[in-house]
């Protein structure tokens, strides 16, 4: 069996725990990759409504193995703030969750630095989420980082204040006021509480569960445009949110992977700084932001919003090798009159299809305009109710992408998804 990948094709939040929660029902086995608690992946169903940050959108589904992989970094504080809010709703979150023991720690004095580093960049500085991401990955690249499985090791306290002290000394070149102490009880105390959970060799997890012939989902966090390497750098995130990063994130071969999946808005957000081409800062952005509710899962930060960007999303698909679309939350678009989407963008008096490399490159899109349908699609739940209009905004994407749109989301409920089974 193979691992299919889901992707965020954009800036994040681009409807990932909607889908993964909706697909989970098909697979035995979900699993994170990389990014940590500045992910929040939203799920609803049954009038119920919750945010996942570290744990796996399979976490709802009965008989559905979650994996917390290996290039996740993980806050235990988080953590167990998650386990407690899943476990007050029924789920069973021990019988269902593996973590692996080689995935990072994220320390109290890692979102010191964050902060630190943050409030020292002015102006120019990222927008991070400041759980503590950058500087975990920081330490994991340059080999000073404690794992998950070093809480089962009986010096786990001195390598912990160890790390502590390494921060303490780094901190000194920032302008920053801090408490070490303040989370330290509780940190530690929420690391012991991980050992109530299975922390397994993921690698060997998960290959033993594909030649078990388990079919396996992998969970992208952030976007293809934070990718640490593909991203609009230095505004990206720390990890590699692209396909690559799932291989590596859980230690599957590239050849284990399976249908790659690629999820986007019908228009675009971000949440924190850097470039956005087709932005919308005015009424129309506003606008967006008021009907899609676009205002950040993880830090409730009013997200920046805009029209879509076939530029970019052309080049995501490239740089994961997606096979196939899910496009969401186009009911967004519903009472818009005229919908734009961006077919190229013109750099120093040049029409390109290409991102440029300068990430503070002058670009202005240019604009297809796209009749607007005018109608509410929150109910249909067949492709054949769906209007000309908003098909014609379909076919276009696909034509211009040229891979299939599989799922269309029209609304955040597991039930407001329409499968085409039959559009390849
Ligand atoms: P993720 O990080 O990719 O999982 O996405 P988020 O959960 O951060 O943000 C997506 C938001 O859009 C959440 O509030 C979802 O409940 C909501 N959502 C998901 N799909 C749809 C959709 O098709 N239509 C609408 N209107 N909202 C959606
Ligand atoms: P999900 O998984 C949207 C953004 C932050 C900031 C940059 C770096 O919910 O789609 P970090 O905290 O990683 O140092 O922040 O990346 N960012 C996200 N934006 N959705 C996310 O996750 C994000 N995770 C990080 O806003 O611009
Ligand atoms: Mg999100």
Redesign the pocket.
């Known amino acids: 069996m193979k691992v299919d990948v889901i992707l965020?094709l954009q800036?994040?939040?681009?409807g990932?725990g909607k889908i993964v929660d909706v697909l989970a029902k098909g697979y035995p086995v979900v699993a994170r990759f990389q990014?940590g608690p500045?992910?929040?992946?939203s799920l609803q169903f049954e009038d119920k409504k919750v945010v996942l940050h570290s744990i796996p959108s399979g976490i709802f589904r009965k008989g559905t193995t979650n994996i917390i992989g290996n290039g996740v970094v993980l806050d235990p504080i988080i953590f167990r703030e998650e386990c407690a809010n899943l476990i007050s709703m029924g789920v069973p979150v021990q019988e269902r969750l593996m973590i692996s023991k080689k995935a990072h720690l994220i320390l109290p004095t890692h979102r010191i630095i964050?902060a630190a580093s943050e409030q020292s960049k002015g102006a120019s500085k990222?927008?991070?989420?400041?759980?503590g991401?950058?500087p975990a990955y920081m330490d994991k690249t340059g080999r000073n980082g404690l794992r998950v499985g070093d809480i089962l090791s009986s010096n786990f306290k001195e390598r912990f204040l160890a790390l502590k002290e390494k921060h303490i000394s780094f901190l000194k070149q920032f302008d920053f006021q801090y408490d070490a102490n303040q989370y330290e009880e509780e940190w530690l105390s929420a690391a012991e509480y991980l050992k109530n959970f299975s922390i397994v060799d993921g690698e060997y997890e998960i290959n033993q569960l594909l030649d078990d012939s388990k079919r396996v989902l992998a969970e992208g966090?952030?976007?293809s445009l934070?990718d640490i390497d593909f991203g609009s750098y230095p505004?990206?995130?720390?990890s590699n949110t692209t396909c690559a990063g799932a291989c590596t994130g859980l230690g599957v071969a590239p050849s284990k992977i399976g249908t790659v999946s690629g999820i986007f808005k019908a228009y675009c957000t971000r949440?924190?700084?850097?470039p956005f081409p087709t932005e919308q800062d005015n009424e129309t952005g506003e606008l967006l932001r008021k009907l899609g509710f676009e205002f950040?899962?993880?830090t409730g930060r009013p997200r920046r919003t805009g029209w879509l960007d076939l530029v970019a999303l052309k080049f995501a698909v490239m740089v994961s090798g997606v096979d196939q679309l899910i496009m969401m939350k186009a009911d967004v678009l519903d009472t818009i009159d005229t919908i734009k989407v961006a077919v190229a963008y013109e750099v120093d008096g040049k029409v390109t299809d290409r991102i440029p490399y300068d990430t503070y490159a002058e670009i202005t899109p240019v604009y297809k305009e796209f009749k607007g349908w005018k109608r509410d699609l929150t109910k249909v739940t067949t492709e054949e109710d769906l209007p000309f209009e908003f098909m014609n905004y379909v076919r276009f994407i696909e034509k211009e992408i040229g891979i299939p749109i599989k799922i269309i989301s029209l609304g955040p409920d597991r039930d407001q998804t329409i499968i085409r089974e039959s559009n390849n």
Do not use: M, R, Y
């Not at 800036?11 to 681009?14: F, Q, S």
């Not at 505004?235 to 720390?238: L, M, P």
């Open positions: 965020g800036w994040g939040d681009e990932k990014g500045n992910a929040g992946h964050d990222i927008g991070s989420t400041l759980k991401i950058g966090a952030q976007g934070l505004f990206v995130t720390s949440v924190g700084s850097g950040g899962a993880t």
